[in-house]
């Protein structure tokens, strides 16, 4: 699932990143992303906000389990929507697509799934709700 948007990381970088500044993205062991300011290498350790895993470093050396972000999408493969109540009212853009190709995308998913459903509803039976 996309936890960040990739695009929004290099966004906040690019901003954040000056002459004197090279802010750097790093993954807490769990996968989350967190951005470490001025040179860009850990100098203090503290706790993840989403996961309470240690994060950061010391002397310059991240602690084990933390890695650099290489920026690459780690999304899955599939049908991801995440948590309903959590997810904006506007179409955001996911891996390259732009936010109108994700929100035809989505409808052409629904819209499928809704007509399997409803031409096969013994298969509505296997579904798990989380």
Known sequence: MPEENQTDLSMIVGALKTR????????CPNGHA???GECGRPYTV???????ATKGGQG???TA????????DRSKTGHILGLADQR??????????????CAIIRMMTHMSMLLGAKQN??????????
């Open 20 to 27: 004197d500044h090279n802010p750097t993205v790093y993954r």
């Open 34 to 36: 967190y951005i470490i």
């Open 46 to 52: 503290s706790k993840c906000n989403q996961c309470n």
């Open 60 to 62: 310059h050396q991240a």
């Open 65 to 72: 389990g933390n890695t650099t972000d290489d920026g690459q």
């Open 88 to 101: 904006p009212l506007v179409a955001i853009p996911e891996r390259s697509m732009s936010p109108s190709v």
């Open 121 to 130: 509803p013994q298969v509505s039976t296997f579904l798990t709700f989380n």
